[in-house]
């Protein structure tokens, strides 16, 4: 994240708009994420959400003076100003009212008018009811919304209010802070309209009921892939094979095991998708027979014999079943070790042409490069026999350098939805 910015450095500007759910309270939580990392931040509540968080905490942690209305400071014309000289404006919680105000240009308060001027990026993070969320109105408001390049999150899935459960729940701060971070390097809804599957983590296969065939991904490179692709206004599937983290705010979830799962989802996901990222490392075997109960060391000292037989080609099979259509768009990934046979790049290029695929992103990772750290380089191969390598840098800076090209050979395409 966002290092703290030296004073005599412009501050990115945040509008950081509330309105009136009891998700209010989370909202202070993000409120220091921006301030802690070097933002300068201006909270816009509406009249009721300050009877759930008063005015005198969004000042004390801002710093700013906080109004509802067009009538405080009209000197400072604030309900043109606030928008006018934003880098970002994000909404939380956006109530059911809030979205139909900015699908439909109503401005009766300081917010509402702050988004009719805004011209920089603009981020709703919705929170209600799971019947209000669904209602056909506030989906139609929604799309409205997303049509003109601001960007929705999609609501978690959880305890809300009361007893009740269901999707509508906000994301997380700290979830929601990492979206509004990659809108301000992104700067574009390119990916607006386009449903895309990513698939993060590695599959496991079962010897017995508590051992296990498996591998060293983590799942961060795909997380950091998914959380780009929200940030550029795509609708987003993360199937997570065994990922061990917070999956990003705006995206729906398909958890996994094994490759076969892994598979199943995958192929499923890929026939309503525009692109598709195989970021998962699908195991290549799995054992031909898996034993009901633990298996026990022998008291003649002999050691079990494994017969592995070989799993589905996941990025092949999507490749094949997609026939001439050239959709979705398929990204494959390659952690490859150079050895006497080929170089890095060399096995890379030989497992482009055998998988078909129009983007390859391979990894070194020898002497335990890439997995479960934060940063990474690759290089990403093309199909037309180009290549853009990706210097040492984090995961979302390879993320979004991976979207540029996808985007660039991809983006004139037009939506399969």
């Not at 970002?88 to 988004?115: F, I």
């Not at 601001?150 to 009740?164: K, N």
């Not at 490179?221 to 929200?230: F, K, T, Y």
């Not at 692109?275 to 290549?284: F, G, K």
Request: glycine content about 10%.
């Amino acid at each position: 994240m966002s290092e703290p910015v030296p004073g005599d450095v412009r501050r990115p500007r945040v509008v950081l708009g509330v309105g009136g759910g009891i998700a209010a309270y989370k909202v202070a939580s993000l409120l220091r994420l921006f301030t802690e990392s070097g933002h300068d931040v201006r909270v816009v509540p509406t009249r009721s959400a300050l009877q759930f968080v008063g005015a005198p905490t969004w000042e004390a942690l801002s710093g700013q003076p906080v109004a509802t209305d067009v009538w405080s400071d009209v000197h400072e014309v604030p309900h043109v100003r606030l928008g006018q000289g934003a880098d970002l404006v994000v909404v939380a919680p956006a109530t059911a009212d809030l979205l139909a105000k900015a699908a439909h240009g109503l401005a009766d308060d300081l917010l509402t008018n702050t988004l009719l001027t805004a011209r920089c990026p603009v981020v709703l993070a919705p929170a209600m009811h799971t019947e209000m969320w669904e209602h056909a109105a506030t989906q139609a408001n929604v799309e409205t919304l997303r049509s003109r390049g601001v960007l929705v999150v999609e609501p978690a899935a959880g305890r809300l209010t009361g007893s009740d459960t269901g999707k509508g729940r906000l994301p997380e701060p700290d979830q929601l802070f990492a979206v509004c971070h990659d809108v301000l390097d992104a700067h574009d809804q390119d990916l607006a309209g386009r449903h895309v599957v990513v698939s993060a983590g590695g599959t496991r296969e079962f010897l017995d009921p508590v051992r296990y065939l498996g591998n060293r991904s983590s799942g961060l490179q795909g997380i950091a892939i998914a959380q780009a692709a929200v940030a550029r206004g795509a609708t987003v599937t993360l199937v997570a094979a065994n990922v061990g983290l917070p999956a990003p705010a705006g995206v729906d979830v398909v958890e996994v095991v094994t490759t076969a799962e892994l598979h199943a989802a995958v192929v499923g996901a890929a026939a309503r998708a525009d692109v598709v990222v195989m970021a998962a490392a699908p195991a290549d075997f799995r054992p031909a027979d898996v034993s009901g109960s633990k298996i026990k060391k022998r008291d003649d000292g002999r050691t079990p014999v494994v017969e592995l037989v070989e799993n589905p080609d996941i990025l092949a099979g999507l490749v094949r079943d997609r026939g001439d259509a050239r959709r979705p768009f398929i990204v494959g990934f390659a952690a490859e070790t150079g050895d006497e046979n080929a170089s890095v790049a060399g096995h890379g290029r030989a497992k482009l042409e055998r998988k078909g695929c129009e983007l390859l992103v391979v990894n070194d990772v020898s002497e335990g490069k890439v997995f479960g750290r934060e940063d990474t380089e690759a290089v990403i191969l093309a199909a037309d026999g180009s290549e853009v390598p990706v210097p040492p840098g984090s995961k979302s800076r390879l993320a979004h350098t991976l979207w540029d090209e996808i985007v660039r050979r991809a983006g004139r395409q037009n939506p399969s939805r």
